[in-house]
């Protein structure tokens, strides 16, 4: 079976600083990973996504993250916060049976920025 | 992008009474797609697969006679609350896979927040 876990549900950051949002996987097959970010009363967005290619990940908005077996994590990071990154992110991890059909979501990480 | 569209995005309905929400991908074709229930500042819950043309596959747990889908296109999924109370109130986010691609991702549509008085 596929879990999730991310770390501290609550993150706050102050404007221009470094955004770390840690997320941490179990997966009994090669995983898929993704990390979405959903403003209120909005759905998901992607930001980016690992399928098995290059460990490090860039995505949309400054995001990156990075693929680490040893360590099963897959945190996400951004260099610089903007007050617009303030959100809820949530890492997910494909399903297991029938391929890569199902994501499993953490339970979220809400990203504050203060100025 | 491929975009999936939520109708309707809001829906207040009387206990009793059963509403349908509307999930379709735009621009492209989804065989799958995927049911979410999110309840106020949680995760998504996985409710169920649905399957362009053959039945959904529920989650353990949730109700296959309260929440029906039904798949009847290759860009249009259903979700029908049926009988809806109070504690059926949440957020209700579709996804769909694009059936051409093999990446494993899944596009989202907007959400549909229902409230039942």
């Known amino acids: 079976a596929q879990s999730v876990t991310q770390l501290g549900s609550h993150v706050s950051v102050s404007e221009g600083a470094l955004v770390l949002l840690r997320c941490n996987y179990s997966s009994s097959v090669p995983p898929y990973l993704f990390w979405y970010v959903q403003y209120p009363n909005q759905g998901l967005q992607l930001l980016l996504k690992y399928t098995s290619a290059a460990t490090l990940v860039k995505g949309i908005n400054g995001f990156e993250a990075e693929f680490k077996k040893s360590e099963t994590s897959f945190h996400l990071t951004k260099p610089s916060a903007h007050m617009s990154d303030a959100a809820e992110y949530f890492c997910?991890?494909?399903?297991?049976?029938?391929?890569?059909?199902?994501?499993?979501f953490g339970a979220g990480t809400r990203l504050a920025v203060h100025p | 992008g491929a975009v999936v569209s939520q109708h309707p995005s809001w829906v207040i309905c009387k206990s009793g009474t059963s509403v349908k929400i509307e999930c379709r991908s735009l621009d492209f074709q989804a065989t799958t797609m995927f049911w979410y229930r999110q309840f106020p500042k949680q995760s998504l819950m996985l409710m169920a697969t649905?399957?362009?043309?053959?039945?959904?596959?529920?989650e353990q747990g949730v109700e296959k006679d309260k929440f029906l889908i039904n798949h009847a296109s290759l860009t249009l999924s259903t979700l029908t609350v049926t009988s809806a109370h109070p504690e059926d109130s949440s957020f209700y986010i579709c996804?769909?896979?694009?059936?051409?691609?093999?990446?494993?991702?899944?596009?989202f549509g907007e959400g549909s927040r229902l409230t039942v008085l």
């Open positions: 996804s769909a896979r694009d059936t051409g691609a093999n990446t494993g991702e899944l596009f």
């Open positions: 649905s399957n362009e043309g053959s039945k959904a596959t529920y």
């Open positions: 997910a991890v494909t399903g297991s049976g029938g391929g890569y059909n199902k994501l499993i």
